[in-house]
């Protein structure tokens, strides 16, 4: 098949939490044209089963091939976890998934070997961190935490308010006894934590931002098959919602860092 260079790229997420990787993305690769569907009528997916999860993936996959996009980004560490293969056995254009990016950064990253996950419930639960970095580093010993309060925090906008940072001091208690040196930020919306969760971790430990190393590893692939969209005009950024989209509009705004606009509700 021959695909399009300037054909969209493709990201994907429950909600509006994929916005992380889309904000990443369009500083790395400010030439891209991307198409964002996020599921905001079903949010949220951390605590669903993986039927359920997957079932909602296909759909979502199928939505966005209609549209031709050039690649699929699984922006959702949740669907990453337990429906990439979904995704990966229907498209027929390349796919990422943000836990493989995380992975390969949390590997870069730690020098001890002793790596912290944190995420939602299904995604810590499903063991998909561990198992991606154990692909390429078997040595790397790995503790998880599931930190479910942190979604809504962050949704509420409490990104710097005591009520979090006591909340993660509790999750993080039994990570950071374990003395690791990484902590990969295993959930869409936890890099809008990273200042907070710097200052609770301390100086010592390196958080892994899976948006940002998603966003290199897009790059990459799109220069080793030739993709890159050659284009130096301003970029068509689309965004498809399946509920009302004025949560998605004000929430969105702070993921993104910017003005959103072109957002449409998609009815199945
Ligand atoms: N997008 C989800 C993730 O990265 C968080 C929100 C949800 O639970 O749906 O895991």
């Known amino acids: 098949m021959q695909t399009d ?20 993305l369009m500083e790395r690769l400010p030439f891209e044209n991307i198409i964002y569907f996020g599921d905001t009528a079903r949010v949220p997916y951390g605590v669903k089963s993986v039927e359920t999860i997957s079932h909602y993936t296909r759909e979502i996959t ?3 091939l209609q549209k031709q996009v050039k690649m699929l980004i699984v922006a959702c560490n949740t669907m990453a976890a337990v429906a990439s293969q979904v ?11 943000v836990i493989d990016a995380g ?8 020098e001890r070997r002793q790596v912290g996950v944190i995420g939602t419930p299904t995604t810590i639960n499903s063991n998909a961190y561990a ?23 962050v949704e509420e906008g409490w990104l710097d308010h005591p009520v979090t940072r006591l909340t993660a001091q509790e999750y993080l208690k039994p990570v950071l006894a374990q003395n690791v040196d990484t902590l990969v930020l295993g959930c869409t919306h936890y890099p809008l934590l990273k200042p ?12 892994v931002d899976s948006a940002e190393a998603m966003a290199e590893e897009t790059a990459a692939l799109l220069n080793e098959r030739g993709i890159a969209n050659p284009s130096r005009s301003q970029p068509n950024y689309e965004f498809y919602v399946t509920d ?8 969105g705004e702070r993921f993104l860092g910017r003005t959103l606009s072109n957002v449409h509700v998609v009815k199945w």
């Open 5 to 24: 260079p300037r054909a969209a790229i493709g990201v994907f997420d429950s909600g509006v939490g994929g916005l992380t990787v889309v904000r990443a």
């Open 62 to 64: 199928e939505f966005l």
């Open 87 to 97: 995704v990966k056995d229907l498209s027929p254009v390349p796919v990422l998934d």
């Open 103 to 110: 992975a390969l950064g949390a590997i870069a990253a730690s």
């Open 131 to 153: 198992r991606a970095i154990h692909q390429y580093e078997p040595d790397v010993r790995i503790y998880s935490q599931a930190c479910p309060l942190f979604v809504p925090l």
């Open 196 to 207: 907070l969760l710097q200052d609770v971790v301390g100086p010592g430990v390196k958080l």
């Open 244 to 251: 009302v989209p004025l949560r998605f509009q004000t929430i």
